[in-house]
């Protein structure tokens, strides 16, 4: 980071404080929508690129604390640096300066691009660390070239597909436990989740901070939405196994806790339904993990899966969801629609 632009930082950082009370509620991963955003804080962990020197950007890795309703929530925010002659096309900036536009860092092939590359290489940058899992094959991941775009807009986290190969998943609203779950499942061998490549892990306040993750891309995959309700039909037993082998897996590795009305609790995907399970050639993949998701009973996965069939519409006799229970029957050892029935009897699940 240049000193000229370390000069120019204080006052810019102070500019995107207050465009951000604006910018930030018009958001789809803003977990406040319609409220009035008090106040702005943002705290820079890393200054992890500088390519302005060459007409390129700078990239800073941030924390927004956000105030609204007499609550203080942490985002994570990327952000981007350009000169107003070097302009980022088609994206509108957070705020500007004569000398310098800020913007958000996801939309730039270069800055995501850097972030990978960084990880691939298990660099440090002030207080962030780009961890690669070991044993990723990511060291000839190339700096520049990957061409990117984001995908949906996504709740919790704003995922870009670089080259069509990797899935770099920023997460907004901070304590997201989706890394947590997925170095779970990888320890345990899961073939059910697209392979972990690394994370982005700062510090603040003394305290850890997950910003970011690094998958596979799935490019071959079809969500359970837009597959054919034959194929879908015919793969629902497979589907069925496969979230009952990811609730097995996570309950040997995080442990469960033992439910008043019978049962267990543990953690769970948290959000499940078809747009939320990708089929690939070979296996079924779960995604979307939430970011709400806490201990509670495996059956609301099940529970929240079988509403997504039933609503399709197509499903006029329940022989999918059957199939999709009889194969969760197979790995769990039970018919979850006894469980899903005695707890409709007792007044819910918990």
């Not at 990797?166 to 320890?187: M, S, T, V």
């Not at 747009?275 to 099940?302: I, K, Y």
Request: hydrophobic share 45%; net charge positive; proline share 6%.
């Amino acid at each position: 980071m240049t000193a000229a632009l370390d000069d120019r930082l204080g006052a810019l950082l102070g500019d995107t404080e207050l465009a951000l009370r604006t910018w930030l509620p018009e958001q789809p991963w803003f977990g406040f929508r319609g409220r009035r955003v008090e106040r702005v804080r943002l705290r820079v962990l890393s200054r992890f690129t500088d390519q302005l020197a060459w007409g390129g950007p700078a990239g800073l890795l941030a924390v927004a604390e956000v105030r609204t309703g007499g609550e203080v929530v942490r985002y994570g925010l990327p952000l981007g640096l350009r000169a107003p002659r070097t302009p980022l096309p088609g994206v509108v900036p957070i705020t500007g300066t004569g000398e310098l536009a800020v913007y958000d860092a996801t939309a730039d092939d270069l800055l995501t691009a850097e972030l990978t590359a960084l990880i691939g290489t298990g660099a440090v940058r002030d207080r962030v660390r780009f961890v690669p899992r070991q044993r990723a094959g990511l060291a000839l991941v190339p700096r520049r070239g990957l061409t990117g775009r984001v995908i949906g807009p996504g709740r919790a986290a704003t995922s870009v597909v670089l080259g069509e190969r990797y899935l770099l998943k920023l997460f907004r609203r901070l304590g997201h436990p989706e890394l947590e779950l997925h170095r779970a499942l990888d320890a345990a061998g899961s073939p059910h989740i697209a392979p972990l490549l690394g994370s982005i892990e700062g510090e603040l306040d003394g305290a850890p901070v997950v910003l970011a993750m690094l998958q596979s891309s799935a490019t071959d995959a079809v969500d359970g939405r837009h597959l054919a309700w034959p194929a879908l039909a015919a793969e629902a037993g497979v589907l069925g196994r496969a979230v009952a082998s990811v609730h097995r897996a996570l309950a040997d590795r995080l442990g469960t806790t033992p439910l008043p009305s019978g049962g267990h609790a543990q953690r769970i995907h948290g959000d499940l339904h078809l747009g939320n399970v990708l089929r690939t050639p070979t296996r079924w993949l779960l995604v979307g993990f939430d970011a709400e998701a806490a201990v509670q009973s495996p059956l609301r996965d099940v529970a929240s899966l079988l509403r997504s069939i039933d609503r399709t519409g197509l499903d006029g006799n329940g022989a999918v969801r059957a199939a999709f229970c009889s194969g969760y029957a197979e790995i769990a050892g039970a018919d979850p629609r006894a469980g899903l029935a005695a707890a409709e009897a007792g007044g819910g699940l918990r």
